[in-house]
């Protein structure tokens, strides 16, 4: 489940997706109020979470700052495809170009992501010392890219992959080096029957030639979206190779090769973003642009706050009983109040976990359910002084969800990778601290600042597989946040129940910037929320 510190949002290859939501969940000390006996709370809360930068890993190991677009911007293009490398290896073994590399040009990226969120809230005072209630968020995601690629007009070596322009012909081609690869196994295993012999030899050589000649090329049509195009060194040598293998194939009667198709259509900068959907191309997700997500719900809390000590309400005890005069109680009250509460909550899985096949989507939740347990307390030092600190520690249960199997900082994962898993999240620790400068009785200002841990999480295959590892998908999950900021409240319901007139209400203003973090994924956030709360009698005194 989504839980949010700042809170970040959830990551994510950018990943933080999860960490985002996690933060965002997690709310202000300042917040964590009791509601009166006989009274509910109705409350809404709009937050603006949003990051274009992370805290990454540095070469030396120490922590920097990184643009989120770093991870599509590369003045080869290569390392955004994991599946060049396999291209490479296949051209220099089918060509004997030992020189061969792809080139294709540059890509620039720049990419921004945010999450709106319209918190309900619906809490009642059960008794003085017990609140229960629940949160039931609405978000809407956006992710922005913007991105240019420029093609290599002068060296460039590679087009669209034929199996995106011209699939029927590709599938032909193959299934003919298939049949090839069969017809000279059994050519060789023929010849060989009587004995070692010359002729043996060169029915084995072939069918060793073939072999490799139709595993090579499965393997480079596979690789990439990419191909070598018409009209280039390597796509001549390959036709070349092809040709060679189909003729002596033909002499000997083992059928004959089609023409080796190659790359006809340039990559260009317009076609470019659409390269991931293009069927055919090894992605097959989403394309590569600016999406903004529809409304929809996140993770629903339920939760109970207890009143542990309290010399600060006016009053109060354990046994339910007021002053009659509050207004003295307060005035003749100790320099020094308290107030401590614990909190339990869970957070049940009704938002929407990220789509695999949607490329940087961020998510709603992570469709499991979280535990939380905290606590929090409020020094009040006389009239105009206090300050308010908390923390909640969260585990998180596992559950099974489709992801590509990919490392997080890949943009743009093969379809290849795409597996159900069984999602562990780590834990989550929030502590935070806000001093108070109380401006009136109701009107106050505070600063806050705020530390955000989630632990590592942990990834199984559902269906084991050698040839995937799901560990990559562990790396740079655990993160952590240094969060500060201001913010400005107004709150009339100790005054009310101290006996002032007047309508019992919160609101705030607030906003928080990360100005450190670590784990590699961390995001660099800005949390911008306002909210407001009033209450109603429903049973009880007036007060």
């Given at each position: 489940?989504?839980v949010?510190?700042?809170?970040v949002?959830?990551?994510?290859?950018l990943?933080?997706?999860?960490?985002?939501?996690?933060?965002a969940?997690?709310?202000?000390?300042?917040?964590?109020?009791?509601?009166?006996?006989?009274?509910v709370?109705?409350?809404?809360?709009?937050?603006?979470?949003?990051?274009?930068?992370r805290?990454?890993?540095?070469?030396?190991?120490?922590?920097?700052?990184?643009?989120?677009?770093?991870?599509l911007?590369d003045?080869?293009?290569?390392?955004?495809y994991?599946?060049?490398?396999?291209?490479?290896?296949?051209?220099?073994?089918l060509?004997?170009?030992?020189?061969?590399?792809?080139?294709?040009?540059?890509t620039?990226?720049r990419i921004?992501?945010s999450?709106?969120?319209a918190d309900?809230?619906l809490?009642?005072?059960?008794?003085?010392?017990?609140?229960?209630g629940?949160?039931l968020?609405?978000?809407?995601?956006?992710?922005?890219?913007?991105?240019?690629?420029?093609?290599?007009t002068v060296?460039?070596?590679?087009?669209l992959?034929?199996?995106?322009?011209?699939?029927?012909?590709?599938?032909?081609?193959?299934?003919?080096?298939?049949?090839?690869?069969?017809?000279?196994?059994?050519?060789?295993?023929?010849?060989c029957?009587?004995g070692p012999?010359?002729?043996?030899?060169?029915?084995?050589?072939?069918?060793?030639?073939?072999?490799?000649?139709?595993?090579s090329i499965?393997?480079?049509?596979?690789?990439?979206?990419?191909?070598?195009?018409?009209?280039?060194?390597s796509?001549?040598?390959?036709?070349?190779e092809?040709?060679?293998?189909?003729?002596?194939?033909?002499?000997?009667?083992?059928?004959?090769?089609?023409?080796?198709?190659?790359?006809?259509?340039?990559?260009?900068t317009?076609?470019?973003?659409?390269?991931?959907?293009?069927?055919?191309?090894?992605?097959?997700?989403?394309?590569?642009?600016?999406r903004?997500g529809l409304?929809?719900?996140?993770?629903?809390?339920?939760?109970?706050?207890?009143?542990?000590?309290?010399?600060?309400?006016?009053?109060?005890?354990?046994?339910?009983?007021?002053?009659?005069?509050?207004q003295?109680?307060?005035?003749a009250g100790?320099?020094?109040?308290?107030?401590v509460?614990?909190?339990?909550?869970?957070?049940?899985?009704?938002?929407?976990?990220?789509d695999?096949?949607?490329?940087?989507?961020?998510?709603?939740?992570?469709?499991q359910?979280d535990?939380?347990?905290?606590?929090?307390?409020e020094?009040?030092?006389?009239?105009?002084?206090?300050?308010?600190a908390?923390?909640?520690?969260?585990?998180?249960?596992?559950?099974?969800?489709?992801?590509?199997?990919?490392?997080?900082?890949?943009?743009?994962?093969?379809?290849?990778?795409?597996?159900?898993?069984?999602?562990?999240?780590?834990?989550?620790?929030?502590?935070?601290?806000?001093?108070v400068?109380?401006?009136?009785?109701?009107?106050?200002?505070?600063?806050e600042?705020?530390?955000?841990?989630?632990?590592r999480?942990?990834?199984e295959?559902?269906?084991?597989?050698?040839?995937?590892?799901?560990?990559?998908?562990?790396?740079n999950?655990?993160?952590?946040?240094?969060?500060?900021?201001a913010?400005?409240?107004?709150?009339?319901?100790?005054?009310?129940?101290?006996?002032?007139?007047?309508?019992?209400?919160?609101?705030?203003?607030?906003?928080?910037?990360?100005?450190?973090?670590?784990?590699?994924?961390?995001?660099k956030?800005?949390r911008?929320?306002?909210?407001?709360r009033i209450?109603?009698?429903?049973w009880?005194?007036?007060?």
């Amino acid at each position: 489940m989504v839980v949010t510190a700042v809170a970040v949002v959830m990551t994510t290859p950018l990943t933080t997706g999860a960490a985002h939501a996690q933060q965002a969940r997690t709310g202000s000390v300042m917040d964590h109020t009791m509601v009166p006996r006989g009274r509910v709370r109705l409350g809404v809360e709009a937050i603006y979470t949003s990051w274009d930068e992370r805290f990454g890993w540095a070469p030396d190991g120490t922590t920097q700052l990184e643009e989120l677009g770093s991870d599509l911007t590369d003045p080869t293009s290569l390392s955004l495809y994991p599946g060049m490398p396999t291209l490479r290896g296949a051209v220099r073994d089918l060509t004997g170009l030992p020189g061969y590399d792809p080139v294709l040009g540059s890509t620039d990226g720049r990419i921004s992501q945010s999450v709106i969120t319209a918190d309900l809230g619906l809490h009642v005072g059960v008794f003085d010392w017990l609140t229960v209630g629940a949160v039931l968020p609405r978000a809407r995601t956006r992710t922005t890219v913007d991105q240019y690629f420029a093609p290599d007009t002068v060296a460039g070596n590679l087009g669209l992959n034929p199996t995106i322009t011209d699939g029927g012909a590709v599938d032909a081609f193959l299934g003919s080096t298939i049949a090839a690869d069969a017809n000279a196994t059994q050519y060789a295993a023929t010849v060989c029957a009587a004995g070692p012999s010359l002729a043996c030899s060169d029915a084995q050589a072939l069918a060793g030639r073939t072999t490799g000649f139709s595993s090579s090329i499965q393997g480079a049509y596979g690789a990439t979206p990419f191909f070598p195009a018409t009209g280039s060194t390597s796509g001549d040598a390959l036709q070349a190779e092809a040709a060679a293998l189909s003729t002596e194939l033909q002499a000997l009667g083992l059928g004959a090769l089609p023409s080796l198709p190659l790359a006809t259509d340039p990559v260009t900068t317009e076609g470019y973003a659409s390269i991931p959907a293009l069927r055919g191309g090894g992605i097959e997700a989403s394309e590569l642009e600016t999406r903004r997500g529809l409304w929809g719900m996140g993770d629903l809390e339920l939760s109970a706050r207890v009143r542990v000590l309290d010399n600060l309400t006016p009053g109060w005890s354990p046994e339910e009983t007021y002053l009659v005069d509050r207004q003295a109680a307060e005035r003749a009250g100790p320099w020094l109040r308290y107030r401590v509460t614990a909190s339990f909550l869970a957070r049940l899985p009704t938002g929407l976990s990220k789509d695999p096949d949607v490329l940087l989507d961020i998510g709603r939740g992570d469709a499991q359910t979280d535990f939380e347990a905290g606590a929090t307390a409020e020094l009040r030092f006389g009239r105009l002084l206090g300050l308010v600190a908390g923390g909640r520690y969260g585990i998180q249960e596992s559950t099974t969800l489709v992801r590509r199997v990919a490392p997080l900082d890949l943009v743009m994962p093969p379809l290849s990778t795409r597996r159900s898993v069984v999602y562990d999240p780590g834990f989550y620790l929030v502590v935070g601290a806000a001093p108070v400068v109380r401006i009136t009785d109701g009107l106050s200002l505070h600063g806050e600042y705020r530390f955000f841990h989630k632990g590592r999480d942990q990834f199984e295959l559902v269906t084991p597989d050698p040839e995937v590892d799901p560990t990559v998908l562990e790396i740079n999950s655990g993160i952590k946040q240094h969060q500060a900021g201001a913010g400005l409240r107004y709150d009339t319901v100790s005054p009310w129940m101290a006996g002032a007139g007047g309508f019992p209400m919160e609101i705030h203003l607030r906003l928080l910037h990360t100005f450190e973090g670590s784990g590699g994924h961390a995001p660099k956030v800005t949390r911008v929320e306002a909210g407001a709360r009033i209450f109603q009698r429903i049973w009880g005194p007036d007060r």
